[in-house]
């Protein structure tokens, strides 16, 4: 279908676009066709190219539309838009590209559903929250032995002494961060206790400090001991 649209005076690139939408809204058919097939450079406005499709494709029946034209089966359309609705249309597309065949048409794999595409977005996730958990555990793990081994060997405030720290590493700098750490309005509740109890030494023992250091900054510190 072909619509026009002559601007008024002041009237944006955008507020033409919107028009000419709303002059189609009242078929949805014609709003899909649209953001299905609408692009930069064979899609003009006054002679004027048009807002770029990502803008508007953000609408969910653009979305569905463009797949369901490729091949995607989608039985349950309310469902579909329950899920992209807290998924987000944009992230999903990632999901999409194993079951398409392909550049320029994106078309999808014969048989290839919604709930197929569905099923690998919740196996990512799935995935994803089982190496978080392992990694938050050898976190842990690291922060706790790295605490041990330096307070057994070379006692509660083994981090002031430099000679156990490579040559190449800034001394300093580790000492600086952990007072600007301390220092912070934000600290930790129990940095703040122990800065209220104590006054010698100002800085807190290697326990509280392996708790407030970033892990980047456990990790050099751990390949900078000597």
């Known amino acids: 279908p072909e619509f026009t649209l002559t601007p008024e005076k002041g009237q944006t690139k955008i507020d033409v676009l919107i028009k000419l939408l709303e002059q189609a809204f009242a078929d949805r058919n014609i709003i899909f066709f649209l953001l299905a097939n609408m692009n930069q450079s064979d899609y003009y406005i006054n002679n004027t190219p048009a807002m770029p499709l990502p803008f508007w494709y953000a609408h969910f029946g653009g979305f569905f539309y463009a797949r369901r034209s490729r091949g995607l089966l989608i039985p349950d359309l309310a469902r579909a838009h329950r899920y992209l609705s807290v998924i987000s249309y944009y992230r999903f597309s990632a999901y999409t590209l194993p079951f398409q ?20 977005y919740i196996f990512d996730r799935q995935l994803r929250l089982l190496i978080l958990d392992a990694i938050a555990r050898i976190e842990v793990a690291l922060r706790a032995r790295m605490t041990n081994v330096l307070a057994e060997n070379h006692g509660s405030y083994a981090y002031f002494k430099k000679e156990i720290f490579d040559t190449r590493y800034n001394h300093d700098w580790l000492i600086r961060q952990i007072r600007r750490k301390c220092d912070d309005s934000q600290a930790e509740t129990f940095i703040k206790h122990y800065r209220s109890k104590y006054t010698d030494p100002e800085l807190p023992p290697v326990w509280m400090v392996m708790e407030i250091l970033t892990f980047k900054e456990v990790s050099v510190f751990f390949l900078s001991c000597v």
């Open 101 to 120: 065949l392909g550049y320029p048409e994106h078309h999808f794999r014969a048989g290839t559903t919604f709930e197929a595409v569905l099923d690998l």
